[in-house]
């Protein structure tokens, strides 16, 4: 859809400026422009780019949209990888980024309490001044945002051992879509008085309420951290020592997977000296007690061995740790060799069966002829599989098309879901109904409706199957 600033009366205009400050409405289509993308890559611009000052700003702001009816679409560091934060109906975004503080950091109760533009990254090295920690680590953690973080409840390879956001967030502050400002939640450890409207707003993509104030928990920082590495000659192998590790008893922070293609992209990129045989590897690290992690990490190193590892390392310097992640950190930069564009798809399924998701993937790669690279985060079983494309290459978009969505049925059929961090946003829209149960749907969009009957924040995401983006999704 084309938007257009002409297309909103002049009187909400008007209205923006007298709530938040002239200087604070952007109009003009250069300034419009940036707002309308996300890291999907879709795009569209906003008729205008509001910045609150502070929730009771954002609040009037919402009550004028239901006023005049045009949609609102809360935004934080635009990082999303689904169209979440795009205005694909026109109408407004409500930029959070002028709510960046850290209000409250209180190591006694082990809680923070911050305004949602606060970068994650940021955050974590604030608390680690107090030797305390906040782990989700999405990889975006350098530039997206905690609301956003919570919007989308992000994650990263450390969920594994510590979770994703949502079970860090004890409460919130919120807008509603009508414009009211609610608090949820506690600053205890413990709370259940009520619903849980916490726990619905977190992961509701900005389609329920803006959020304006996070309560989040802290744990104590880990005392020290080692890594490992292992080389496997058959996926399967790698596959089944994740399962062992884990039935060991030991709780690895991170546990990450790179498959064949990933390594030979990564090796034709920077020679790491990955053996040209490796069908998979497997990239541990463990944290805790100092005196813990040698025996945790020596009986790691015999799993991966009895399950046939061609070579293990083990770093313990913080250097040695480097080197072994530098084929992980490496795909990024490895995958833009292959082609200009990706679709990143983060589908998880239960761990048991990752290595037949790895196989899956491979014949589906050859099925339609395209490069398909598969690495994650095997402790949690979410393996970001890239199908790399060339966007004006129509013939290769079409049968992308087709490789996601039997991906897709595959995920389900092995009991998987189709985003494990991204979330639903724009372009998991036309397959949000194939995992849902049809119940669930309705259950869904009743609370949707009962929040916001004149549908104005973020409308169109996740319950309007919109084909129209497929084609130039790319990551
Ligand atoms: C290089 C790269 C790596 C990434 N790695 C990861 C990863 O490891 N794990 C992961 O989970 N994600 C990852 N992402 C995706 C993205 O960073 C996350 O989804 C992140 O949480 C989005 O934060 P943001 O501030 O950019 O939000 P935006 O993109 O601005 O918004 C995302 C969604 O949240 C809503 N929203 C934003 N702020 C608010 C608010 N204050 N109130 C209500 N709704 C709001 C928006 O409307 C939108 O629906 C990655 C993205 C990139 C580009």
């Not at 409207?197 to 020290?224: H, N, Q």
């Not at 990752?354 to 095997?378: E, M, P, T």
């Amino acid at each position: 859809m084309k938007a257009d600033a002409s297309s909103l009366p002049d009187a909400v205009f008007h209205t923006l400026r007298e709530i938040v400050g002239r200087e604070h409405v952007l109009t003009a289509l250069e300034d419009r422009v940036p707002y309308g993308y996300d890291a999907s890559k879709l795009s569209t611009p906003p008729q205008a780019v509001v910045f609150p000052g502070d929730a009771a700003e954002a609040a009037e702001i919402i009550r004028v949209a239901n006023r005049f009816r045009f949609p609102v679409y809360p935004r934080g560091a635009g990082s999303g990888m689904v169209g979440g934060a795009v205005p694909d109906r026109g109408g407004v975004v409500l930029s959070l980024a002028r709510l960046n503080r850290i209000l409250e950091l209180n190591p006694d109760d082990m809680i923070a309490v911050v305004e949602p533009a606060v970068v994650t990254g940021v955050l974590q090295k604030t608390v680690a001044q107090y030797g305390l920690f906040y782990p989700p680590d999405p990889a975006s953690l350098d530039f997206s945002t905690i609301g956003g973080n919570v919007a989308t409840c992000a994650g990263g390879p450390r969920a594994v051992k510590y979770g994703v956001t949502r079970d860090y967030i004890l409460g919130l502050e919120a807008i509603l879509p009508t414009g009211e400002l609610i608090t949820t939640g506690t600053r205890t450890m413990k709370g259940v008085v009520g619903y849980d409207l916490t726990r619905l707003l977190v992961g509701s993509e900005g389609t329920l309420g803006v959020i304006t104030k996070v309560v989040l928990r802290l744990i104590p920082a880990p005392e020290a951290v080692m890594t490992a590495s292992a080389v496997f000659a058959a996926i399967d192998q790698a596959g089944r020592a994740v399962s062992a590790v884990l039935k060991a008893r030991i709780v690895p922070t991170c546990l990450e997977l790179l498959d064949r293609a990933t390594l030979c992209a990564v090796e034709n990129h920077v020679p790491l000296g990955i053996p040209r045989e490796a069908d998979g590897l497997l990239i541990a690290e463990v944290d805790g007690p100092l005196e813990v992690l040698p025996r945790q990490m020596a009986a790691m190193e015999k799993i991966f061995r009895d399950h046939g590892a061609l070579a293990v390392s083990v770093a313990e310097t913080a250097q040695e740790r480097e080197k072994l992640w530098a084929a992980r950190r490496a795909i990024s930069p490895a995958l833009g060799r292959i082609r200009p564009g990706k679709i990143n798809e983060d589908v998880t399924v239960p761990r048991s069966r990752i290595a037949d998701l790895i196989k899956f993937n491979q014949a589906l790669a050859r099925k339609y002829d395209l490069v398909i690279v598969s690495f994650g985060h095997a402790g949690d079983g979410n393996i970001h599989t890239n199908i790399m494309v060339d966007r004006s290459n129509g013939d290769e978009m079409a049968r992308a098309e087709k490789a996601v969505e039997e991906l897709f049925r595959e995920v389900l059929r092995l009991g998987g879901t189709l985003s494990g961090e991204h979330g639903v946003g724009i372009t998991k829209s036309p397959f949000f109904q194939w995992e849902i149960h049809p119940g669930a749907y309705d259950a869904m969009l009743r609370i949707k409706r009962a929040l916001d009957p004149n549908n104005i924040l973020n409308p169109g995401k996740m319950f309007i199957p919109n084909r129209a983006f497929f084609h130039t999704r790319s990551g």
